[in-house]
């Protein structure tokens, strides 16, 4: 069995790096990468062991929103 031929679009795709919208083209592990920073920092306010915390979160990017949408979405 032959492998399945590219489209063209599908070539075009790849030759731009960029998808039709202009965001760019990932593989898993460079998503993954991108998701990655996305962090949630307790900070302190001061150096004490009884000082109160409180929690920072990083805000998501489009890319990263879209990312979590469709995470979101799959039926485990």
């Known amino acids: 069995m032959a492998p399945a031929a590219r489209s063209a679009a599908a070539k075009a795709k790849v030759a731009r790096r960029h998808h039709a919208d202009g965001t760019p083209i990932h ?3 460079t998503l993954l990468t991108e998701l990655a920073t996305i962090v949630r ?3 302190c306010t001061s150096a004490e062991a009884d000082a109160p915390t409180f929690t920072v979160t990083t805000q998501s990017n489009p890319l ?3 990312a979590l ?3 979101g979405q799959l039926a485990v």
């Open 69 to 71: 949408d469709l995470i």
């Open 41 to 43: 920092n307790t900070c």
């Open 64 to 66: 990263q929103r879209r």
């Open 27 to 29: 593989s898993f592990q």
